[in-house]
Every structure is written in structure tokens, then in C-alpha cells.
DNA sequence: AATTTGACCGAGG
DNA sequence: TCCTCGGCCAAAT
């Protein structure tokens, strides 16, 4: 089942800059909707990999990952990098900046 | 081998 | 928004 976390690594690389998602949408986009553990569970797993994590949040807008990561500040300041708010851990106007793996899809179905 | 935990989510109160 | 509960599956102990 490693499929799974090949999965999840590829969209993460898909964020565009400057936009974030959640773990719910990811696993939601791969198939497992209620697992979304599994998604953080795979982020665990990503930290030699070259993936932007950073733009990974729960669905609140919360930083909850920023203590895996190198520096617990890191995270927030990779997100303010971007050109995002970042306040309290969470991100400001959460739902302004949130990316949806299906918009991928809806690329390609845009002929239909 | 069994139990607990985890970068979570949604529903109900 | 906060709390609790059930679900989901893999890794750690």
C-alpha cells in the first residue's frame, strides 16, 4: 500500500504557491475520504522528501504539523513566505487561500 | 500478538 | 467554536 503515500506525496507537490490544503481533501481526492489520518500519517513520512508540507493544514486552517518539521517556526514562516497570514497557527483567511486537488481534475474535464 | 497512538474528519449537542 | 464519539489504517511499543 505504499501506492498511498506515492499518492499523497504527488499531490502535495501539486500545491501551487502560495495556496494551501487539508488532509481531508487529499485523502478525499485518493479515495480513502474517512482516512485521513492516513494522509497525516504519510506527511510523518515525508519529511526527506522535497514536498510542501507547509501548505498541508487540518481543515481548520490549523498549523498542526509545524512541530515535524525542522523548527516549529519553520512551517509559519514558509507560509508567510508565500504571501499567506499566519496568526495564532492558523492560517488568516483560511478558505480564501485553500486549493482543492480536484481543481486538477476540473482542468481536464473543462472540455466536457 | 494485542493495545495504543496519530500532522484527521464529520456529526451531534 | 468547543466537546465527545466513531471511523479509518499503519506504525510503534
Not at 85 to 98: G, P
Request: proline share 4%; net charge positive.
Amino acid at each position: 500500500m505504499k501506492e498511498f503515500y506515492e499518492k499523497v506525496y504527488k499531490i502535495v507537490s501539486k500545491i501551487p504557491y502560495g495556496k494551501v490544503t487539508t488532509y481531508g481533501l487529499i485523502g478525499e481526492y485518493i479515495g480513502v475520504k474517512s482516512s485521513a489520518r492516513m494522509v497525516g500519517y504519510a506527511m510523518n513520512h515525508s519529511h526527506q522528501l522535497n514536498i510542501p508540507a507547509h501548505r498541508v493544514v487540518n481543515r481548520k486552517g490549523l498549523l498542526t504539523g509545524k512541530h515535524h518539521f525542522a523548527t516549529p517556526s519553520l512551517m509559519k514562516e514558509l507560509l508567510e513566505n508565500e504571501g499567506l497570514e499566519v496568526e495564532n497557527d492558523q492560517i488568516v483567511n483560511f478558505k480564501n487561500h485553500l486549493w482543492d486537488p480536484k481543481s486538477l481534475d476540473n482542468k481536464n474535464l473543462s472540455s466536457i
